[in-house]
């Protein structure tokens, strides 16, 4: 086992090699050189079972491992008990979309904090989290893991913390550490090669050795306000991090099997080649 890259939904390079359809990216992501794709459902599951299997079919003779975005608007800390059940409903569905294509991980958004505390809006996701857990058992989807993701803007629920709370629930909860949101979130955090080694060692010391090892992650440099994450950027930016290099180098040191999925702005599929060529490059 090695680290996996990939980039989320498709480049813009995509198009302009020529490819068209969904059912293209199993390869183009082998052709560039790539091993791991997320799929995009941020504005809903609109997956067909019979395109997603097909999709799972071409994607597993490339060699190409799968992960889901769930839907944006899931709101797993939300006031209303409806909006609540309703986020229950969109992580089943997504659920049931990565597991036709043979995948075995959706990454969710947990909410925000609106009006109330932290601790609130932590208290009624992790109820919303535990109800998700509940509706996949029923259906027989327990094998798919749900990836709660760290968070960019400064008022959503998401902290590195927050998100191991809720991982801890369960076993089968991984996180998806996005370092960009990190950096964003907390104006630029990461400056040295120790700073990127707390978040290693948050996880080994809360979660344990597994989870560390098999933590999946998203990857971008993000521009960010006072209020956090304002828009993705492109490797090629040197104003705003994070750096790469030091998390690939912890990856190494830990022994870790990360997926990475690049979110860069319209080229994820090259960041993420650069991004797999420097882990190489470590020797492991």
């Known amino acids: 086992m090695s680290c996996l890259f990939g980039p989320a939904g498709t480049?813009?390079?995509?198009?302009?090699?020529?490819?068209?359809?969904?059912l293209d990216i199993p390869e183009y992501v082998s052709k560039i050189g790539l091993d791991t794709f997320e799929y995009q459902c941020g504005?809903?599951?609109n997956?067909?079972?019979e395109k997603a299997k097909q999709f799972g079919l071409l994607s597993k003779e490339k060699g190409i491992t799968l992960s889901l975005h769930a839907p944006y608007y899931i709101s797993m800390s939300s006031l209303e008990e409806e909006k609540r059940l309703n986020s229950v409903n969109y992580i089943l569905q997504s659920a049931k979309a990565v597991k036709n294509m043979g995948g075995d991980r959706i990454v969710v958004h947990t909410g925000s904090c609106g009006k109330i505390s932290r601790q609130d809006a932590l208290i009624l996701a992790s109820d919303t989290m535990k109800k998700s857990l509940e509706a996949l058992k029923k259906e027989n989807l327990s094998d798919i893991h749900i990836c709660?993701?760290?968070m960019g803007k400064v008022n959503?629920?998401?902290t590195l913390k927050e998100v191991i709370e809720l991982c801890k629930i369960d076993e089968s909860i991984i996180p998806c550490i996005d370092f960009g949101h990190l950096n964003a979130r907390d104006l630029g955090y990461f400056k040295t090669k120790?700073?990127?080694?707390?978040v290693f060692t948050e996880i080994k010391n809360e979660l344990g050795e597994e989870r560390l090892k098999n933590f999946h992650s998203h990857f971008s440099k993000i521009e960010y306000?006072?209020?956090?994450?304002?828009?993705?950027?492109?490797?090629?930016?040197?104003?705003y991090g994070p750096d790469f290099e030091p998390v690939m180098e912890h990856c190494v040191k830990y022994g870790c099997n990360t997926r990475f999925i690049c979110e860069s702005a319209g080229t994820q599929g090259i960041d993420a080649k650069a991004m797999k060529d420097y882990y190489l490059s470590l020797g492991r």
């Open 43 to 45: 504005r809903g599951v």
């Open 194 to 198: 120790a700073d990127y080694e707390t």
């Open 47 to 49: 997956v067909g079972e």
């Open 11 to 22: 480049p813009e390079e995509f198009s302009l090699l020529g490819y068209k359809s969904t």
């Open 156 to 158: 959503q629920l998401g």
């Open 148 to 150: 709660p993701e760290t």
């Open 225 to 239: 306000t006072t209020g956090g994450e304002k828009r993705h950027l492109t490797f090629e930016d040197t104003l």
